[in-house]
């Protein structure tokens, strides 16, 4: 018999709809720096990462119906100087500064060949393994977690085999969330469960927290998002990837998250994951301690 049933999607929905109706993204025009106008999409290669100026040496490729192919200084916000690599290419928004010389980078993805193959086939996968589950796409506890391959905070390919062999604790957030008791209090209780676990010597864990905004955050925001929490991400990985395997995701996990507009309604769940990949608790809900799941955890 199976331990765990979902909660009704009706009530899941309803407690969606109640709880965080509030859980607006900010609007994109009003987060931008004062002075963005027009946006382009841009690829290229890393040439040079300048730290002290916040500033990206791109050589671009050309931009239809703007500018050939050059090489650029761009501004770029700190996650995403903090991950660069010269060398690397990328895809980005070019974000051009009104009455000014000065272009900006946004939206900052791997673009390597490895990298996007990897990514694409994992989306293609997952994306077959929830169709052809049907109605039994939503894995209960006792279940195999689905396999996945996302970018983690630092633009890094992460395969869900990677954490075969670990404990994982694994829970759903999205970096602009403004409602205190949700991804914000998430957060916190899975740092406090990472202090806990090594205070306790369980060394055979990991952490996972899955952006459910993946048009925003990029790898470069992930590890901001980390870098000011004072995340340790020792063992502790933020990922992000393609639309399309976020959503199979939150299907296999039995998230609801509705993307309307500039707001993210969802729901709330952390698990507890075995190290042969099996679910082995689930809170759903905002009221879960840590204690509670390192009582669950197996020393190792």
Known sequence: MKSHRLPPVAALAAFAAAVLAGCAKPDAASA?????????????????????????????????????????????????????????????????????????????????????????????QLRQDTHSRGKNAYREVGETVPDFSLYDQTGRVVHAARFRGKQIMINFIYTRCPVANMCPASTAKMITAQRMAREAGITNLEFISISLDPTFDTPGVLKEYADVRGIDTTNFSLLTGPETAIKDLLTQFGIIAEFKDRQISHTIAVLLVDEKGGIAHRVDGTVWEPADFLAKMKRG
Do not use: C
């Open 32 to 124: 931008a720096p004062a002075g963005k106008t027009d946006r382009w999409p841009l690829t290229g290669e890393i040439l040079k990462v300048d730290v002290a100026r916040k500033v990206l040496v791109v050589h671009h490729d050309e931009i239809k119906d703007y500018m050939p192919a050059m090489t650029m200084e761009f501004f770029a916000s700190a996650g995403d100087i903090a991950v660069a690599k010269p060398g690397q290419r990328i895809r980005a928004d070019m974000v051009e500064v009104k009455d000014s010389d000065f272009y900006h980078l946004e939206k900052i993805w791997p673009a390597d060949a490895v990298a996007v193959t990897a990514i694409d086939a994992g989306a293609n």
